[in-house]
């Protein structure tokens, strides 16, 4: 099966900070990809995605950058607040199925 | 206020029960999926349906069943033979059929636990 990992599985930062949640994929043959967020409890949030012939997209507040050639991806939140404390997760999908990783915490010091 | 519900937000099953998770889309998406989520796993795929009245299995049907008969509709049976149910259920949908380069949206989830 696929394997989408993340580096980290928590991240503390203050408010105000950014913050870099990061994604690698195993898939070369992937191209198009999908961040969530899911707080506690709910159903995973769309948050922005990416398709392979991209390099960078950006959002409200939050950039993904992919990285084709090492097969990684990665969400920047800019300013990051309370609100954005939950887990996030990338997913991948090379045309068949999506694939998800297990998620990093996110934990937003005030 | 379009969306996906899923329903009941709690669920507990006695051995040998065989239980129904609800799943409903008022997004007019032609397609609908069922995941499973465990603790320290990404989601898993059950079951898949691209079209009213055909459904396909995912990577973890056993144990599970579906239906299709209406295009917003979309349950999930966990039956007696799933040992190991207890885990926070996800239906999604997507716009058009197929698992291609499509924006696939969640609901709340079901979480289901064993009595």
Same mark, same amino acid.
């Given at each position: ?5 993340l ?7 203050q ?8 994604c ?16 506690s ?33 990665s ?11 939950a887990?996030?997760f ?5 045309g068949?199925?999506?694939y ?11 | ?7 009941p ?7 040998g ?9 008022n ?19 059950i079951?898949?349906?691209?079209? #009213?009245?055909?459904?396909? $299995?995912?990577?973890i049907?056993e ?6 008969? $209406?295009?917003?509709?979309f349950?999930?049976? #966990?039956?007696s033979?799933?040992?190991n ?9 997507? $716009?058009?059929?197929?698992l ?8 709340p989830?079901?979480?289901?636990? #064993?009595l």
């Amino acid at each position: 099966g696929e394997s989408v990992g993340l580096h980290l599985p928590t991240l503390s930062v203050q408010e105000g900070d950014n913050s870099i949640i990061n994604c690698a994929y195993s898939n070369s043959a992937s191209d198009y990809f999908i961040w969530y967020k899911q707080e506690s409890g709910k159903g995973p949030q769309f948050i922005i995605d990416i398709r392979s012939n991209m390099d960078k997209r950006q959002g409200q507040r939050v950039t993904v950058l992919l990285n084709k050639t090492v097969k990684h991806l990665s969400l920047q939140i800019a300013a990051t607040q309370p609100g954005d404390s939950a887990v996030y997760f990338c997913a991948e999908n090379p045309g068949n199925q999506f694939y998800f990783g297990t998620g990093t915490s996110l934990t937003v010091i005030p | 206020d379009g969306g996906i519900t899923q329903s009941p937000k709690y669920l507990f099953r006695k051995e040998g029960q065989n239980v129904t998770l609800s799943c409903e889309q008022n997004l007019n998406h032609d397609a609908m999926y069922w995941y499973r989520q465990d603790p320290g796993q990404g989601l898993r795929l059950i079951y898949y349906s691209q079209i #009213v009245n055909d459904f396909q $299995k995912g990577d973890i049907a056993e144990g599970y069943s579906v239906s299709r008969e $209406k295009k917003e509709s979309f349950p999930l049976t #966990v039956t007696s033979a799933q040992k190991n149910p207890t885990a926070f259920y996800l239906c999604a949908s997507t $716009k058009a059929g197929g698992l291609g380069l499509e924006t696939q949206y969640f609901g709340p989830g079901t979480r289901l636990l #064993v009595l």
